[in-house]
Structures are given as C-alpha cells and as structure tokens.
C-alpha cells in the first residue's frame, strides 16, 4: 500500500518548510516543488525530520508546462496525489497602478492564476475519478481588495480567488475540497524579521507552523461542513477599518 502524498508547490523556509513538516507528521510522503532545489532545502530538512519520503522535482510556476510536467513526475514515482498545495506567488512590488508595466501584470497573471490552474488541471481529474483529494491556495486578504499602492499584487490573488472559487463550485460536488486560505496579516519568518528589524515582535505575526495547522485541520473538515474560503490572522492584527 503506497503512503498518501501531498505535493506542495512553493516550498520555502517559512509557510513552505512548515507545511511540509506538518503533512509529513501525519504519514504523508512529501514531493517539493520549486524553481531550484535550494529554495526547498528547509522544507525537506524538515520534513526527512520526521523520516517521511521527501522529493525534490523541478518547475517553475511562470512555465505551465514545467508545472505539469513536474506533478506528472510526482505521480509516477510516488503515486496519486491526495493533497496539492500551490504556495507560490507574484512579486510585491509596490508601484501606482498607471505605473504597472505590461510585462509586469503578464508576469504577475502567469504566477498566481496561470501557475495555479496548470497545477490544479495537473490533479483533478485524478481526484475527481477518486472522489477524493484536497486542493489548497495560499493568498492573501489582497484577494479582496484593490490597492494604489501595490496593484500587481492584488490583481493576482483576485484572479487566484476566481479561480480557487470557480474550481471549487465546479468540482466540490466530485468529493474534491478546494480551499481558497488569505493570510490576513505577515508570516514569523527570516524576511520579515529582517524588514522589522528592532521593531520585531512574535506576537504581531503569524507562526507558519500554526498557519500549516490550519491547512491540516481544514483537509480533515467533513463533506457536510467544507470551508472553501478561511481567512487567517493572529488575535494582535489590526482589520482594516
């Protein structure tokens, strides 16, 4: 019998590391994907910690092909994929929106939406044959709404949550849980520590390895009571008024 496999696309050392640790404690086999095997150094250390089966595939989430490629490989070698976890996103460059290039905005579409549906279409038929299987999207609360200062950004994860939802009201109904997760708020991770500098402070971000908690939690959620949309923030953030 072949060990569930959750493949994440985007494995970092913050969200990335900590999702990986986290699936591979609960007995799945890991497949990383990313750009360049450095990039998902700290989330296969952390997921060997706890003896799961840890790969490395390449792909890069601005070359679709690349994306179905690498999940083709992944199913070969390791097996059908239970979980896919697309945690890659565009740049956040901060610019006034007449200020957005074309390039730009190509760029920024072919990481969150174009990047994210090839995964999605690389796994769901599969799923759908199973009536099985979770699909998760790391976003952000840009998803919904507009910004004058960072305009790139919020156009990709509006389009990610378009897409997240069109999937999810096609597809739910196939046993596959789709789930849209907007991170309202900054992760506890290396970059952001650096960005605020003496002004760092645990309690004002989110810990990556709770954020993961809450992926895992929402894959156990019942047919009955299915959350598609989950916003996340620690008790310290400030809404916005």
């Given at each position: 019998?072949t ?5 994440i ?5 913050g ?13 799945f086999d ?7 095997e450095s990039?998902s150094a ?6 060997a ?6 790969r490395?595939?390449?792909?890069d ?11 083709a ?10 979980v ?15 200020d957005?290039?074309?390039a ?19 796994v769901l ?9 979770s ?5 952000a ?10 305009p790139?950004?919020?156009?990709g ?12 009201k096609?597809y739910?109904k ?5 789930v ?26 989110a810990?990556p ?13 019942p ?6 949309e989950?916003?996340?923030r620690p008790?310290?953030?400030k809404?916005?008024?």
């Amino acid at each position: 019998m072949t060990q569930s496999v959750c493949a994440i696309i985007g494995a970092g050392e913050g969200l990335g590391r900590a999702l990986a640790a986290k699936f591979a404690s609960q007995g799945f086999d890991i497949a990383l994907i990313s750009r360049t095997e450095s990039g998902s150094a700290a989330a296969r250390e952390a997921a060997a910690a706890v003896s799961a089966n840890v790969r490395y595939f390449c792909a890069d989430a601005t070359r679709p092909e690349t994306v179905e490629a690498a999940l083709a490989q992944v199913t070969d070698e390791m097996g059908d994929i239970d979980v896919l976890i697309y945690n890659a996103r565009g740049s956040f460059t901060a610019c006034e929106p007449l200020d957005m290039s074309y390039a730009a905005l190509e760029d920024v579409f072919q990481v969150e939406v174009i990047g994210a549906f090839a995964a999605a279409k690389s796994v769901l038929p599969a799923m759908i044959k199973r009536s099985r299987g979770s699909v998760f999207f790391s976003s952000a609360t840009a998803a919904f709404r507009g910004s004058g200062k960072y305009p790139l950004y919020a156009i990709g994860k509006f389009g990610l949550r378009a897409l997240s939802q069109s999937l999810s009201k096609a597809y739910a109904k196939d046993g596959v849980h789709i789930v849209h997760v907007r991170l309202d708020c900054d992760l506890d991770v290396p970059i952001m520590r650096e960005a605020y500098g003496d002004t760092y402070d645990t309690t004002s971000l989110a810990s990556p390895d709770d954020v993961a908690e809450s992926y895992w939690l929402a894959h156990l959620q019942p047919r009955s009571a299915w959350s598609n949309e989950i916003e996340l923030r620690p008790c310290t953030e400030k809404w916005t008024y």
